[in-house]
């Protein structure tokens, strides 16, 4: 390694422990910044999984959304501009191809 590298690590290993944060303070003593009487966050929701019908709508989705047939799209332009692979050449069959290949 460098100095450079060497001396901006120990500067910002020093610079991060010296850090102070807003909420660090315990609650009432004042230090967390929060206004008197102000409510507290409420507590983080439980997991719960997915249903079947929510899966099979995210799948849905993401197979024939508009987004995934851009992404697509855009992919097999990429792959059509860089001519690869070669072997499948140029050409409207070709972008088909790049397109679908971009799928998997």
Not at 1 to 19: D, E, Q, T, Y
Not at 36 to 48: D, I, V
Not at 67 to 80: D, F
Not at 88 to 103: H, M, P, T
């Amino acid at each position: 390694m460098n100095m450079k590298r060497v001396s901006a690590m120990l500067i910002g290993m020093a610079m991060s422990g010296s850090m102070v944060f807003a909420g660090d303070g315990a609650p009432g003593d004042g230090a967390s910044g929060d206004a008197k009487g102000a409510t507290s966050s409420p507590p983080p929701l439980e997991f719960s999984p997915m249903t079947r019908y929510e899966r099979l709508e995210n799948y849905a989705s993401r197979l024939i959304g508009p987004e995934y047939i851009l992404r697509s799209a855009v992919s097999g332009a990429i792959t059509q501009a860089t001519n690869s692979p070669k072997e499948w050449g140029g050409g409207a069959e070709a972008y088909g191809w790049r397109v679908g290949n971009s799928r998997e």
